[in-house]
């Protein structure tokens, strides 16, 4: 079963725009991390946020979680066209042992339009 | 650092015919984890090794599915009697440390077409 769920499945926006991508997960979690999917490739990690972290950032890239509402959002900012990609958020529950991995939601579909 | 890498990147192969994918991880990673991507989807947990041990195999799809990392390096993912719904993309990751602590290293996958 698939534990985070984003939204909205897919995202079409003009370069230079800010693109918004949500998830949300339904049991309590260690940590929650987004990952980016070029088409036909492997899964590349973009940032590792921990339940007791409210806001982290990387680059062009800010991610918040918001424990109370199981939430979190992916912001990219000025888009580019080689934004474009599958956007994947993952779950590692609490109190497991380690040994699950990760759980994924189905992803969003982000196109950027030049 | 070199990167996971996994071969071959496409198979086809005929219904009821067994395969087998290798997985070379990072070179200092002990931990390594097989997932499964169907289209659409994001990617499903199969199966997680510390070393050479398996440490959770309850999520393989099926008794058909097994898994090996014999010396603790390389690993490989097997299917017997392949069917058409295992037609998928196989990932494997891996990482230094827990998943409580640090981000998986996934390869470009291996594309799996049973016809």
């Known amino acids: 079963s698939q534990q985070g769920e984003e939204d909205p499945q897919a995202l079409s926006i003009q370069e230079g725009e800010n693109a918004t991508m949500n998830c949300s997960y339904k049991?309590?979690?260690?940590?929650l991390q987004w990952y980016r999917q070029n088409s036909g490739r492997g899964l590349v990690h973009l940032i590792l946020i921990r339940s007791n972290e409210r806001e982290k950032h990387s680059g062009r890239l800010r991610v918040t979680l918001d424990t109370s509402k199981k939430s979190s959002s992916l912001l990219i900012t000025a888009s580019r066209a080689a934004d474009t990609a599958s956007y994947f958020c993952a779950t590692v529950p609490f109190g497991g042992g380690g040994a699950d991995g990760l759980t994924f939601g189905k992803g969003t579909h982000l196109i950027i339009q030049p | 650092d070199t990167g996971v890498s996994q071969n071959p990147r496409h198979k086809i192969t005929k219904r009821g015919q067994n395969v087998t994918f290798r997985c070379d991880p990072i070179s200092e990673h002990n931990r390594l984890y097989w997932y499964r991507q169907t289209l659409g989807q994001g990617p499903e947990f199969l199966t997680y090794?510390?070393?050479?041990?398996?440490?959770?195999k309850s999520r393989l799809l099926s008794d058909r599915f097994s898994a090996e990392r014999p010396k603790g390096s390389f690993s490989t993912l097997e299917i017997q009697r392949t069917e058409q719904g295992d037609s998928a993309m196989y990932l494997c990751a891996s990482s230094q440390e827990t998943v409580y602590n640090s981000p998986l290293h996934f390869g470009n996958g291996t594309r799996l077409t049973v016809t």
């Open positions: 049991t309590s979690i260690n940590n």
């Open positions: 090794f510390q070393n050479e041990a398996q440490l959770e």
